[in-house]
């Protein structure tokens, strides 16, 4: 019994109430109608309950918070309606906000959000909310509280400012989220952030270690009568593009673009959604923020393109961060055209979730990649209280396809089957996971396999985690992010905090990781083990400070600069030590900054100084201004000797409204020997609707002396303008 309790501490609680089942708001339709004006003293809210007197949660989470927030909610038979008055604390000033763009970070801004957990399996939602200027943010909640913020969909909102308070109303239409039909119950809860006072706050009471978007701690929303069925939901969202491109660098002639395409969303039932789409184009997605590598492996760089986006953690979580059986970035990037596509995805009921997605890219001649179809099936199951048991199927296949004079094609087909178990108990208190895959290929006798799993218990005070992870040397991912194979891993973490009840210091405390690989044949091959302390103040400064020692006994040759020199031999043994600062400034102050170091040990008995700065103005709310340097200054034995890195990236966004952004993106890569200037401008004309211009410049940043035949400083290597429409359109 004990140890079925360890593994499953979620299953003592399977009938358990919900942790805060008494707080409770019942939803009534409402009386008259709702003009969303940021007015919340309409006649539509007279009759509408009222919650108030919020739990603090930062800077402590044991009192009721100061600064008071009321929130009433309403629907009729097109939308879910929510007002809210933010009334000031005791300190008085102007509001902290970012900017007017969308999707602002959340510990930037005095804002207001909610969550809504539309089948109450404090697993899976929807979060809306608004800055204090009116700038809005939504996003998807998936594993009990995490959001994607790039998930994007219709709704309103407006804010009204006065001298004691900021008023603010969202009406979000039933089309835009998914929940059961019949279903009187749903999750809910609210969350207030103001700066002035560094006061985080929730309607239900939820403990410091966890972020107020837990669905386990949130409250019920009870409706007087089932909601209304959003009726036929068909979203059209036709897209028009013009541009211009040119590679410089080849000397080739200028390309232009003329391309259309289609997504369409086609809701099977209120919770059940199948999405298409045929030619997208993705030219508008915000660029990958670089980074200096000098990892033996490859980097991970998230998802961005919106079709991969709603419910995809059912696809992308699958398994571990390094450890992922599907990968949506695998498809159509690199010059690879996708051709269409299709994904039927949500919930068919409580307990069950689905997920079905095939795509279909073309053939690129001139790099030898023939025409490949990917395919992923994904199953979950709810049990106990919050856990799920899943299982997914993932199958590349590549067409018959080999050009002459190119190389072969890679294999015909890879396939990957997997099971995991994903714990989460009633209180967030425990969470772990199990997880087996196996994978398949064309022309191998025997397929490789992963088995991994975790157990963590985290708590106010403490945290514990430990990890093992297996991956077989055979073991193939083709459509999946898994950068080492033939390892055994052991990863160990434990961590205090001490909470002062008084004093500038608002928590502290130390953090001991220790990470262990081990060949296939199970000869240490790696270890980093470090020790950590952190102190938060109670202004929301935060320092932390750590010590490391490594190990690494190379399992392949590896050059330590990344930048195709002369390669450290397999078998090499390299061991240092090293320390490393990290500090953040309070949030709310206009102007941010930070800085971190990083000082020891390298490979072949080197050296490595890592010396990293951000700085952040903003002119609110208009304009915010960011920058970003990273150098790093490697000492090493010939025939590496000194080396030296910049990475520079200033950032500046101008938001004239917020429907209306301008953002400038300049990264400087010494490392890639590479400039890159990204501008783009979006104007939301309608809800989910958009125009967007966008240039992107690539540029040789070094300088070559005068006569040679070759590009000079800063001389252009490629360049494009595109021009695009998007409409979003509900049948």
Same mark, same amino acid.
């Given at each position: 019994?004990? *140890?079925?309790?360890?593994?499953?501490?979620?299953?003592?609680?399977?009938? $358990?109430?919900?942790?805060?089942?008494?707080?409770?708001?019942?939803?009534?339709?409402?009386?008259?109608?709702?003009?969303?004006?940021?007015?919340?003293?309409?006649? $539509?809210?007279?009759?509408?309950?009222?919650?108030?007197?919020?739990?603090?949660?930062?800077?402590?989470?044991?009192?009721?918070?100061?600064?008071?927030?009321?929130?009433?909610?309403?629907?009729?038979?097109? +939308?879910?309606?929510?007002?809210?008055?933010?009334?000031?604390?005791?300190?008085?000033?102007?509001?902290?906000?970012?900017?007017?763009?969308?999707?602002?970070?959340? /510990?930037?801004?005095?804002?207001?959000?909610?969550?809504?957990?539309?089948?109450?399996?404090?697993?899976?939602?929807?979060?809306?909310?608004?800055?204090?200027?009116?700038?809005?943010?939504?996003?998807?909640?998936?594993?009990?509280?995490?959001?994607?913020?790039?998930?994007?969909?219709?709704?309103?909102?407006?804010?009204?400012?006065?001298?004691?308070?900021?008023?603010?109303?969202?009406?979000?239409?039933?089309?835009?989220?998914?929940?059961?039909?019949?279903?009187?119950?749903?999750?809910?809860?609210?969350?207030?952030?103001?700066?002035?006072?560094?006061?985080?706050?929730?309607?239900?009471?939820?403990?410091?270690?966890?972020?107020?978007?837990?669905?386990?701690?949130?409250?019920?929303?009870?409706?007087?009568? @089932?909601? @209304?069925?959003?009726?036929?939901?068909?979203?059209?969202?036709?897209?028009?593009?013009?541009?211009?491109?040119?590679?410089?660098?080849?000397?080739?002639? +200028?390309?232009?673009?003329?391309?259309?395409?289609?997504?369409?969303?086609?809701?099977?039932?209120?919770?059940?959604?199948?999405?298409?789409?045929?030619?997208?184009?993705?030219?508008?997605?915000?660029?990958?923020?670089?980074?200096?590598?000098?990892?033996?492996?490859?980097?991970?760089?998230?998802?961005?393109?919106?079709?991969?986006?709603? =419910?995809?953690?059912?696809?992308?979580?699958?398994?571990?961060?390094?450890?992922?059986?599907?990968?949506?970035?695998?498809?159509?990037?690199?010059?690879?055209?996708?051709?269409?596509?299709?994904?039927?995805?949500?919930?068919?009921?409580?307990?069950?979730?689905?997920?079905?997605?095939?795509?279909?890219?073309?053939?690129?001649?001139?790099?030898?990649?023939?025409?490949?179809?990917?395919?992923?099936?994904?199953?979950?199951?709810?049990?106990?209280?919050?856990? =799920?048991?899943?299982?997914?199927?993932?199958?590349?296949?590549?067409?018959?396809?080999?050009?002459?004079?190119?190389?072969?094609?890679?294999?015909?087909?890879?396939?990957?089957?997997?099971?995991?178990?994903?714990?989460?108990?009633?209180?967030?208190?425990?969470?772990?996971?199990?997880?087996?895959?196996?994978?398949?290929?064309?022309?191998?006798?025997?397929?490789?396999?992963?088995?991994?799993?975790?157990?963590?218990?985290?708590?106010?005070?403490?945290?514990?985690?430990?990890?093992?992870? =297996?991956?077989?040397?055979?073991?193939?991912?083709?459509?999946?992010?898994?950068?080492?194979?033939?390892?055994?891993?052991?990863?160990?973490?434990?961590?205090?905090?001490?909470?002062?009840?008084?004093?500038?210091?608002?928590?502290?405390?130390?953090?001991?990781?220790?990470?262990?690989?081990?060949?296939?044949?199970?000869? *240490?091959?790696?270890?980093?083990?470090?020790? /950590?302390?952190?102190?938060?103040?109670? =202004?929301?400064?935060?320092?932390?400070?750590?010590?490391?020692?490594?190990?690494?006994?190379?399992?392949?040759?590896?050059?330590?600069?990344?930048?195709?020199?002369?390669?450290?031999?397999?078998?090499?043994?390299?061991?240092?030590?090293?320390?490393?600062?990290?500090?953040?400034?309070?949030?709310?102050?206009?102007?941010?900054?930070?800085?971190?170091?990083?000082?020891?040990?390298?490979?072949?008995?080197?050296?490595?100084?890592?010396?990293?700065?951000?700085?952040?103005?903003?002119?609110?709310?208009?304009?915010?201004?960011?920058?970003?340097?990273?150098?790093?200054?490697?000492?090493?034995?010939?025939?590496?000797?000194?080396?030296?890195?910049?990475?520079?990236?200033?950032?500046?966004?101008?938001?004239?409204?917020?429907?209306?952004?301008?953002?400038?993106?300049?990264?400087?890569?010494?490392?890639?020997?590479?400039?890159?200037?990204?501008?783009?401008?979006?104007?939301?004309?309608?809800?989910?609707?958009?125009?967007?211009?966008?240039?992107?410049?690539?540029?040789?940043?070094?300088?070559?002396?005068?006569?040679?035949?070759?590009?000079?400083?800063?001389?252009?290597?490629?360049?494009?303008?595109?021009?695009?429409?998007?409409?979003?359109?509900?049948?």
């Amino acid at each position: 019994m004990a *140890l079925w309790a360890c593994l499953f501490p979620g299953a003592r609680n399977a009938a $358990a109430d919900k942790q805060n089942e008494e707080y409770q708001l019942h939803i009534h339709r409402a009386t008259s109608p709702v003009v969303i004006d940021g007015n919340a003293h309409e006649r $539509a809210w007279d009759s509408a309950e009222v919650v108030s007197d919020f739990w603090m949660v930062l800077p402590m989470d044991t009192d009721r918070a100061k600064v008071r927030t009321d929130v009433r909610m309403t629907y009729d038979d097109r +939308a879910l309606y929510l007002s809210a008055i933010c009334y000031h604390g005791d300190v008085q000033g102007p509001y902290m906000v970012e900017s007017l763009k969308r999707d602002w970070a959340f /510990g930037n801004n005095d804002n207001f959000i909610f969550f809504l957990d539309t089948f109450d399996d404090q697993t899976n939602g929807f979060t809306f909310g608004v800055n204090a200027e009116g700038a809005q943010w939504d996003g998807l909640l998936y594993e009990g509280g995490k959001a994607n913020l790039s998930w994007d969909n219709k709704w309103t909102s407006a804010v009204k400012k006065y001298a004691d308070r900021y008023e603010l109303e969202i009406a979000i239409p039933f089309k835009s989220i998914r929940y059961k039909k019949g279903i009187a119950r749903w999750g809910v809860n609210f969350s207030r952030l103001d700066l002035k006072t560094t006061e985080k706050s929730s309607w239900t009471p939820i403990p410091r270690n966890f972020p107020t978007a837990s669905l386990a701690h949130a409250g019920v929303l009870l409706w007087d009568e @089932p909601p @209304p069925s959003p009726g036929p939901n068909v979203s059209l969202i036709p897209y028009a593009l013009g541009g211009v491109s040119r590679d410089h660098a080849a000397g080739t002639p +200028a390309l232009t673009r003329r391309d259309i395409g289609l997504d369409a969303k086609v809701a099977l039932g209120p919770a059940l959604n199948l999405d298409l789409t045929v030619n997208p184009d993705f030219s508008q997605v915000d660029v990958d923020q670089q980074v200096t590598n000098l990892d033996r492996y490859e980097l991970f760089f998230p998802e961005k393109r919106q079709f991969f986006l709603e =419910n995809g953690d059912q696809f992308a979580n699958f398994g571990y961060a390094t450890i992922r059986p599907f990968f949506s970035r695998r498809i159509g990037l690199g010059g690879v055209p996708i051709r269409f596509g299709t994904r039927l995805s949500g919930k068919l009921n409580k307990d069950w979730r689905l997920g079905v997605m095939d795509m279909q890219t073309g053939a690129v001649d001139e790099q030898g990649l023939p025409a490949e179809n990917f395919s992923v099936f994904a199953l979950q199951r709810r049990v106990f209280s919050r856990s =799920n048991i899943g299982v997914m199927l993932v199958d590349k296949e590549s067409f018959n396809y080999q050009p002459a004079g190119l190389p072969a094609a890679r294999s015909r087909y890879n396939r990957n089957l997997g099971a995991e178990y994903n714990l989460a108990s009633s209180t967030n208190l425990w969470t772990g996971k199990l997880l087996y895959l196996k994978s398949f290929s064309s022309g191998s006798q025997d397929g490789g396999s992963v088995y991994a799993g975790h157990l963590q218990y985290s708590s106010r005070r403490w945290t514990l985690n430990g990890q093992m992870e =297996n991956v077989d040397p055979n073991y193939s991912a083709e459509v999946g992010y898994v950068p080492r194979r033939g390892y055994r891993r052991v990863l160990t973490t434990i961590g205090h905090t001490f909470l002062p009840e008084g004093g500038a210091i608002l928590s502290h405390g130390p953090t001991l990781t220790s990470s262990n690989f081990f060949d296939w044949s199970g000869k *240490l091959s790696d270890y980093e083990t470090s020790l /950590g302390y952190t102190v938060t103040l109670r =202004n929301l400064d935060v320092f932390s400070a750590t010590a490391s020692a490594d190990y690494v006994r190379l399992l392949q040759p590896f050059d330590p600069t990344n930048t195709g020199r002369e390669k450290l031999g397999t078998g090499s043994i390299h061991r240092w030590k090293s320390w490393s600062t990290k500090f953040d400034s309070k949030p709310q102050s206009v102007f941010r900054y930070g800085f971190s170091t990083q000082y020891g040990g390298y490979y072949a008995d080197g050296t490595r100084l890592n010396l990293t700065g951000t700085l952040g103005y903003r002119f609110q709310p208009f304009v915010s201004l960011a920058g970003s340097a990273s150098y790093n200054d490697l000492r090493l034995r010939e025939p590496w000797g000194h080396t030296k890195f910049w990475l520079v990236g200033p950032r500046f966004d101008v938001t004239l409204t917020n429907t209306l952004y301008f953002t400038t993106f300049v990264q400087y890569n010494e490392q890639q020997r590479n400039l890159n200037i990204n501008s783009r401008v979006q104007w939301r004309y309608k809800p989910a609707s958009d125009m967007f211009l966008v240039w992107t410049d690539n540029y040789m940043p070094e300088y070559l002396q005068p006569g040679q035949n070759v590009p000079g400083l800063f001389s252009v290597k490629n360049r494009a303008l595109v021009l695009k429409w998007t409409y979003w359109w509900n049948l």
